[in-house]
């Protein structure tokens, strides 16, 4: 009971972030029970949340010697393999998992996000179903009128919903033509604000607020639409450019803009999720941005720190004149090249079809793949990986050189 009182007690310190006292106390009883399972349960968690992955392992494994299926030290355990990069290791446990418990929600949407990152898109994408489980919707669409393009649509009503992030529908917008083109009517609940860029699709579709009633025969979520077109690796439709910038935008941008003088160059170097292993200070750029080139910021917010490098630099600012994505859409037309952190901008260029260097973490997202320095989602753009967990000088460094050869 003294022992059952205690594992209470450093869970609900674990639960506050008080991750030194909360192992302390995992620790203690370990010390009179090297097997309890609550306890070393309780450890491996505090090493993953201090990212501690080598020391999580170790734990897990003492879990796993005396009960192999436990479910939650398996899924632990995987992904500790994929923080750490150790894909292969990552996939052998998910699908363990999987045969042991085939219906596992959280599982297979993790097994996904392995498969896809390492260009399973076959399995990938549709493990990635699992996902609309977790999704919070008011809509409560029934299974019978999912479409995965098994359906004639052919004069046919279909609802694409939006979901995640606007960066997901500018990457997978590109596939409302091929919808449109089996004589289907799309009704669309994306975010108002991209109304204007999806508009540049040439496509008619029906808009819908949040609170609107409509009608339709078919649903299938926006990044539900590569496993309905069957997509692989190799038959990605990525045909750029696919947006555009609308006329009124571009002709204001290159008028604001004026003659070119230099190269034009764009940064974006934050991004608002995943800031930790995503975004960079503007100070770690400073070997990039004393170039010889005109440097042009597509950021609308900064950091005091940011701010106090902007004193002393030359970017351009556009903070209060970047009201919308035409905005910077119009923008990214006037430059030679934009480099950016892996967030909206990212797709919004390859989209666009402008010429990208994308800065990616030591564990991306399973959109830009892995070891790869292109992208097969976008013909422009190329890609610049960490070298190792939180590394970027290594990536400013190959840019700083691609960039003196590329450009002077």
């Known amino acids: 009971m003294e022992i059952e009182k205690k594992i209470n007690e450093a869970n609900g310190l674990f639960k506050q972030g008080r991750l030194k006292k909360a192992s302390s106390i995992y620790q203690n009883i370990l010390s009179q029970d090297s097997s309890n399972v609550f306890a070393l349960h309780g450890l491996s968690h505090v090493y993953i949340e201090q990212e501690n992955f080598s020391k999580a392992i170790e734990e897990i494994q003492k879990i796993l010697f005396q009960r192999p299926n436990d479910i939650e030290a398996l899924n632990n355990m995987a992904e500790c393999f994929r923080r750490i990069g150790e894909f292969e290791k990552a996939l052998k446990v998910f699908l363990n998992i999987k045969k042991i418990q085939p219906e596992n929600s959280m599982a297979n949407k993790n097994l996904a996000l392995v498969q896809l990152i390492m260009g399973d898109y076959k399995n990938g994408f549709l493990n990635y179903q699992s ?26 009503t279909i609802f694409i919903s939006s979901e995640q992030g606007i960066g997901d529908y500018f990457q997978f917008c590109r596939y409302l033509p091929m919808v449109h083109e089996l004589g289907a009517k799309i009704i669309l609940d994306a975010p108002l604000r991209l109304k204007p860029m999806l508009n540049s699709l040439k496509i008619n579709f029906k808009y819908v607020g949040e609170s609107e009633k409509f009608v339709f025969q078919y649903h299938c979520p926006l990044i539900s639409l590569p496993l309905s077109f069957q997509t692989t690796i190799n038959n990605i439709p990525n045909k750029t450019p696919y947006l555009f910038t609308p006329k009124e935008k571009k002709n204001y941008w290159e008028k604001k803009l004026g003659k070119k003088r230099k ?118 753009v190329k890609l610049y990986r960490q070298s190792s967990q939180g590394n970027w000088m290594s990536v400013i460094e190959k840019i700083k050189k691609d960039l003196l050869t590329e450009f002077s």
């Open 131 to 156: 996902r609309l489980e977790f999704r919070k919707s008011k809509l409560k669409i029934p299974k019978t009128y999912e479409w995965l393009g098994d359906k004639d649509l052919k004069q046919k």
């Open 263 to 380: 190269k034009r160059i764009g940064i974006m170097h934050t991004t608002h999720l995943n800031d930790k292993n995503r975004s960079l200070k503007l100070n770690q750029l400073d070997k990039l941005l004393k170039l010889p080139f005109d440097f042009h910021s597509l950021q609308i917010s900064f950091t005091d720190e940011d701010k106090k490098y902007l004193l002393k630099s030359n970017i351009a600012l556009y903070e209060s004149e970047i009201e919308d994505f035409e905005d910077a859409a119009g923008l990214i037309d006037q430059m030679d090249l934009i480099i950016t952190v892996d967030q909206t901008v990212a797709h919004l260029c390859g989209a666009l079809g402008a010429k990208t260097w994308v800065m990616l973490p030591f564990i991306p997202d399973f959109r830009w793949l892995l070891r790869r320095t292109d992208s097969p989602w976008y013909p422009s």
